[in-house]
């Protein structure tokens, strides 16, 4: 008899706690899963740098293996994460999945350091080995493991596209208390300052002032999650000048809101916005960047951006189903 969506059973295995702002990515995509069916027992790993706390998450990963009796281990990030899933998953004999966003394969060094970094990507490619299947968030990073590219898929993190959609730019403005007069270049710092590049952004701005005078920076970080399209919706571009990435959210949530884009040619941003109006791929370097910034700016015009996200099917419903036709068609391979 064909196992049905709602007898289809998985431990989902996430860095970090359910309570913080981290990896929120991740659990958008859980939640999209159990909307469609899916029974998903979430399981964060609360600590990878502590030997003491990392050896009794993996006895309780064991443990819940065996109270949960999952089909399917999924591994939502490499490094410590997707080795730990990879053991518990060789001693319990439960398929393995992996999905890498970015920095689990990406040289990362300057934030993590040349040894640890190394070690991380080490952790993540002997993962890969045990993984029955692996997801890249893009195709360039699919292209930075060692082994198993070849089956490999590549699926971007879908958007919440009832969430993120264009606002009044007037109102949002008004809600946020932001100067109608003046121009806003938004800039995600997220948790990681120095892979983003926050000191690039600080740059660019110095050399747009040259050009736009009333241009100003708003750093987005640890804005809560439902109040991020206000932000999308009020400012004038979204800014992306960092040292790696796997397939940003928050370009395809810009993209949502129809937010024009200036980006490095980093993870897979330059195949989401080719085309777009109003969007444009240039150098690291804050004089190129300023120059595009005060060219979008003078346009005064929005992107087309959420009409592509959906032509693509980057939703999060779309990518949920394809990951669900993942899922089914690994358990249907294990009988």
């Known amino acids: ?36 069916g899916v ?29 949960f009796r999952p089909h399917i281990i999924h591994a939502h990030f490499g490094t410590l994460t997707s ?20 920095s689990d394969l990406n040289d990362v060094s300057n934030v993590e350091g040349h040894l640890r970094n190394m070690v991380q990507k080490i952790m993540s490619n002997l993962a890969a080995l045990r993984a029955s299947r692996i997801i890249c968030v893009s195709e360039r990073l699919l292209h930075r493991l060692w082994w198993r590219r070849g089956g490999a ?11 993120f959609y264009p606002l009044d730019w007037n ?34 701005l110095d050399r747009l002032k040259s050009h736009v005078q009333t ?25 992306v000048c960092s040292d790696s990435e796997g397939s940003p959210t928050i370009v395809k949530e810009a993209m949502a809101c129809n937010l024009p884009i200036v980006s490095t040619d980093v993870g897979d941003v330059a195949e989401r916005i ?9 150098e690291r370097e804050p004089n190129a960047l300023a120059r595009a910034l005060a060219d979008t700016i003078e346009a005064g015009e929005r992107s087309n951006g959420r009409t592509r996200i959906m032509e693509e099917g980057l939703t999060d419903s779309v990518v949920a189903a394809k990951i669900l036709s993942v899922y089914r068609d690994l358990i249907q391979q294990n009988g």
Not at 19 to 25: A, I, P, R, Y
Not at 227 to 238: G, N, R, T
Request: glycine fraction near 4%.
């Open 171 to 204: 109102d949002a403005r008004a809600q946020l208390g932001w100067d109608l007069s003046g121009h806003v270049i938004l800039f995600c710092q997220s948790n990681f300052s120095r892979l983003k590049r926050v000191d690039i952004a600080l740059s660019t």
């Open 274 to 282: 080719r085309g777009l109006y109003q969007c444009s791929i240039v």
């Open 215 to 239: 241009a100003r920076l708003q750093i987005l970080n640890d804005v809560e999650h439902n109040v991020v399209p206000l932000y999308l919706s009020a400012a004038d571009c979204l800014l």
């Open 83 to 102: 080795f730990l899933c990879a053991v518990i998953s060789l001693i319990c004999g439960v398929p393995l999945m992996i999905t890498f966003h970015g």
């Open 39 to 67: 029974n998903v027992h979430e399981f964060y790993l609360s600590s990878r740098t502590n030997i003491l706390v990392i050896a009794k998450e993996s006895y309780r990963l064991y443990k819940e293996i065996g109270r």
């Open 1 to 36: 008899m064909a196992l049905t969506d709602e007898r289809i059973r998985v431990i989902a295995a996430v860095p970090g706690n359910v309570n913080d702002s981290k990896m929120l990515f991740v659990k958008d995509q859980i939640r999209s899963l159990v909307r469609h």
């Open 153 to 163: 898929l590549v699926i971007p993190n879908g958007v919440d596209a009832d969430l």
